[in-house]
């Protein structure tokens, strides 16, 4: 839909950037209530916590569904990526463990074989943060140094296969 444009290539005053953002959100939330979608869909309100530049968040999710995360419950971000190794998935795992405790913000993380599931959110105040943002951005930073695969190229736990 046309209010899901990334407002990147655009350029506007922060006024209008404003306006396109705040009619982009009534547009969401009007669409989310028609259609009753309650998971991952592009229509969803945002909710941002509380004290959050709620403008920039909105931009920095925006850019993140680009890279193919997506929205839980209006609040979490999450995002699955697959590795051609179960070395390269604990590798991921820990890289985010380690950034996550310096940061204290810590994610749900959930491996298999070839995967890693990732989700971000804030507790307290519930909502989307600005940690979470950075967090997904550091998540996709790393992911691509180890090394991503597509889904069918990723390890499988099949019998016989070795993960390595
Ligand atoms: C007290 C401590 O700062 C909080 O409990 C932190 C810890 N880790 C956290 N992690 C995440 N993902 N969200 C939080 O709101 C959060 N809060």
């Not at 950037?17 to 669409?31: D, E, I, K, V």
């Not at 795992?93 to 298999?112: D, G, L, Y």
Request: charged content about 25%; proline content about 4%; aromatic content about 6%.
């Amino acid at each position: 839909m046309a209010f899901w444009l990334s407002t990147r290539h655009l350029t506007l005053s922060p006024r209008s950037l404003g306006a396109l953002l705040s009619s982009s959100r009534r547009h969401r939330a009007a669409a989310s209530t028609r259609t009753k979608t309650t998971y991952t869909s592009p229509n969803m309100p945002l909710h941002i916590s509380d004290g959050q530049d709620k403008a920039q968040i909105d931009e920095e999710v925006e850019v993140l569904r680009e890279q193919n995360w997506n929205l839980e419950r209006e609040s979490i971000l999450v995002k699955t990526y697959h590795f051609k190794t179960y070395t390269k998935v604990t590798d991921f795992h820990q890289v985010v463990a380690v950034r996550s405790k310096s940061k204290n913000h810590h994610p749900e993380m959930i491996t298999t074989a070839g995967s890693l599931t990732v989700r971000w959110t804030t507790h307290i105040p519930h909502g989307l943060s600005a940690k979470d943002t950075f967090m997904a951005r550091y998540c996709d930073e790393q992911a691509k140094v180890i090394g991503t695969v597509k889904q069918n190229e990723a390890q499988r736990c099949d019998p016989g296969s070795t993960a390595s």
